[in-house]
Nanobody, 113 residues
Framework: QVPLVESGGGSVQAGKSLRLSCTAS????????MAWHRQAPGKEREFVAI?????????HYADSVKGRFTISRDSAKSTIYLQMNNVRPEDTAVYYC?????WGQGTQVTVSA
């Protein structure tokens, strides 16, 4: 069983929307927080957004995506989502899901001008 499985990447024009999904299983699903990171060509991996639910559900975003991206979860499906609105060419990257010390395989997002 693969701990984290991402889906939803693809190619989209600037200004459009895209939704990524990440489903956790096994040990990766026993957690109170999950996050999205991304890595653009030639750059280091960077934080995008995190959602936690240990006491109350809370979210936190990188400044570069605040107001455009929304992280959410479906606890029944052990799945988190990243709704990406008004995407920009600089959002082009491989997006990775993270839970505990597990990482997904990544899903490519390409935004054209």
């Amino acid at each position: 069983q693969v701990p984290l499985v991402e889906s939803g990447g693809g190619s989209v024009q600037a200004g459009k929307s895209l939704r990524l999904s990440c489903t956790a299983s096994g040990r990766a699903s026993i957690t109170y927080a999950m996050a999205w990171h991304r890595q653009a060509p030639g750059k280091e991996r960077e934080f995008v957004a995190i959602i936690s639910w240990d006491i109350v559900e809370s979210t936190h975003y990188a400044d570069s995506v605040k107001g455009r991206f929304t992280i959410s979860r479906d606890s029944a499906k052990s799945t988190i989502y990243l709704q990406m609105n008004n995407v920009r060419p600089e959002d082009t990257a491989v997006y990775y899901c993270n839970s505990v010390d597990y990482w997904g395989q990544g899903t490519q997002v390409t935004v054209s001008a």
